[in-house]
């Protein structure tokens, strides 16, 4: 284990180096939380299909459980479990629009990954930088339980657990755990916990933020010792479920998958979910008693239970719904927890957005009317009031909008016309559109996948490293 211990020393070096002007030390948060025999335990694998340019090099690093799909390059780094999902890279010849500027790529995009730790991490390209359109890359980076890093360039960072970046290019910042941030850029920034912010800068900005204590309840991280609270408990009780999906080399679907649909094969679901024409159920996804009407999706680590999703229901990485029904164009963002009880169901109307990082819980029935746009924490009809909005009103700020914790700058109909549009995208790409000739995506395209496994060595100075290897075609 040797080697391995000295790659972790050299990550968070480099990590720390990168963040000096913080006083910030990642190492408490990531060194001995996960036992050394565990590098050991777990079996990398990747996806081959022909949709995806498969072009693979691993150097000196350990991948406990990732699959790529698409392009990839990793190189002194640890993705423990981590989900690296590379099926929207962009492709030579490939025409990036930028404002006013059309890029052509030279290249097939790829993702490359350099001295980081990535603990159960997704990682899910889709970069938005004009900048490093044949690169997507991730550098000199930790991150904790649960985030995400989603088409986010990353260098010289750190990510709490359950943190989000998306769409946002971050050099030399510490996010905060459960923050989400989509922003564009990001430099040399430290956010609290807690800090769920969206900006286009000059045309809108959305700032809320976590009360601590009330956050502490549901997730607290404490240097030395592994995330607490209600979120990371719900995830890792399901945990043996996922090991003996893993550990089976083949399974049959329990449920009927129809011809338009896919489900992953390394997702849980059990024999009393439904699933309709062009549903997407992703890697790491848990279904128990749901139903997922037409065009719906579960992306990773998504989990569903006891809850009926309408159709064309978008729910993002890390999202969590229990006992909840949901109206058709519902969106659901990344890591949020709703949560309602088998006598108090949460209902939650057709094209309501529910913002990313939101927690709803609820023991009594609660309705969110159709069309509203939802974020922070609720537990109750008062708070509902306090968190949310019509997207009608909101179209109507022209300059500011302060309500509870949240404080809104710019054109509301801009920030409700933008996430329309990402969700028709997400819509769009999984294939939730299609028709049976046209509009094909992730749904039709993902149904039939090879996967391999790749083992590190397991025992010796080198146990838990995987040796180099280089995958082409």
């Known amino acids: 284990m040797k080697a391995l211990k000295d790659l972790l020393d050299r990550i968070v070096q480099r990590v720390n180096i990168n963040l000096r002007e913080f006083e910030y030390d990642v190492g408490p948060f990531v060194r001995d939380l996960i036992p050394w025999n565990q590098m050991v335990k777990f079996h990398a694998y990747y996806g081959i299909t022909p949709h995806h340019p498969l072009n693979f090099e691993f150097r000196h690093s350990n991948l406990a459980g990732s699959y790529f799909l698409g392009k990839c390059r990793t190189n002194n780094s640890i993705l423990y479990k981590s989900n690296v999902r590379g099926d929207e890279l962009k492709k030579k010849g490939d025409r990036f629009r930028f404002q006013d500027v059309e890029i052509r790529l030279l290249e097939d995009e790829g993702i490359e990954i350099v001295d980081s730790y990535l603990i159960k991490t997704l990682i899910h390209n889709c970069s938005h930088d004009p900048e490093t359109l044949e690169r997507f890359g991730i550098m000199n980076t930790v991150s904790a339980h649960y985030a995400n890093i989603h088409g986010s360039p990353t260098g010289g960072s750190f990510l709490g657990a359950f943190a989000t970046v998306d769409l946002t290019t971050m050099n030399d910042c510490v996010i905060g755990e459960y923050s989400y941030i989509q922003a564009e850029e990001i430099n040399h920034i430290k956010t609290d916990p807690g800090t769920v912010w969206v900006r286009n800068p000059g045309v809108f900005n959305f700032l809320y933020r976590y009360p601590q204590k ?183 700020v022209k300059d500011k909008l302060s309500k509870g914790n949240l404080h809104f700058e710019g054109a509301g109909s801009k920030f409700v016309s933008a996430f329309r549009s990402r969700i028709l995208h997400i819509l769009e790409a999984n294939g939730a559109l299609y028709d049976g000739k046209k509009n094909e995506g992730h749904a039709q395209r993902n149904q039939n996948i090879s996967f391999n496994t790749i083992q590190p060595y397991p025992d010796g100075e080198l146990a838990g490293l995987y040796p180099s290897i280089l995958i082409q075609p």
């Open 214 to 396: 009330k956050l502490a309840r549901y997730l607290s991280c404490v240097r030395g010792k592994r995330p607490q609270g209600i979120l990371m408990d719900f995830a890792e009780a399901r945990n043996e479920a996922f090991e003996k999906v893993f550990n089976l080399v083949d399974a049959e679907p329990s449920v009927v998958i129809p011809k338009t649909a896919s489900l992953d094969r390394f997702a849980v679901v059990d024999s009393k979910t439904q699933i309709g024409q062009n549903v997407v159920v992703a890697e790491r996804a848990f279904l128990e008693n749901a139903w997922l009407g037409k065009g719906s999706n579960a992306q990773e680590h998504c989990y569903i239970k006891n809850a009926r999703l309408k159709g064309n229901n978008v729910t993002a990485h890390g999202a969590k719904i229990i006992e909840a029904d949901l109206g058709k164009d519902v969106f659901v963002g990344f890591n949020s927890f709703l949560r309602g009880s088998p006598k108090g169901r949460l209902s939650i109307g057709k094209e309501s957005i529910i913002m990313p990082h939101t927690i709803i819980d609820t023991k009594k029935p609660l309705k969110i009317p159709a069309g509203y746009l939802v974020w922070g924490l609720i537990t109750n009809r008062a708070e509902l009031e306090a968190n949310s909005i019509s997207q009608k009103d909101l179209s109507k």
